[in-house]
Nanobody
Framework: VQLQASGGGLVQAGGSLRLSCAASGRTFSSYAMGWFRQAPGKEREFVAALKWSSTDYADSVKGRFTISRDNAENMLYLQMNSLKPEDTAVYYC????????????????WGQGTKVTVSS
């Protein structure tokens, strides 16, 4: 599976942004998918995970971000609302064999990052 993230950009605090991740390969629907982010000078951190109807979110984004997917189109999305300056990071999409492994690892596939900058 190859993953290509897009949709990042500059947005003011309180604004919204939707990230997309295009996946190649026929087995996309079989993978649990997730989003991670890495802020400058910090380690990469888990943001959200999705497998079938199960979702998991980091406490810092719960209630503001929504992860979704379109298996027919091989697409993964992250709708980000009420953005804060601390959401500024490079965001990565990822695929794992099982739902629990998205947060805990190992990750099977990583996409390249897309940069999100939230101005105050």
């Amino acid at each position: 599976v190859q993953l290509q993230a897009s949709g990042g950009g500059l947005v003011q605090a309180g604004g919204s942004l939707r990230l997309s991740c295009a996946a190649s390969g026929r087995t996309f629907s079989s993978y649990a998918m997730g989003w991670f982010r890495q802020a400058p000078g910090k380690e990469r951190e888990f943001v959200a995970a999705l497998k079938w109807s199960s979702t998991d979110y980091a406490d810092s984004v719960k209630g503001r971000f929504t992860i979704s997917r379109d298996n027919a189109e091989n697409m993964l999305y992250l709708q980000m609302n009420s953005l804060k300056p601390e959401d500024t990071a490079v965001y990565y999409c990822a695929a794992a064999d099982t739902f629990s492994r998205v947060r805990r690892g190992p990750i099977n596939y990583w996409g390249q990052g897309t940069k999100v900058t939230v101005s105050s």
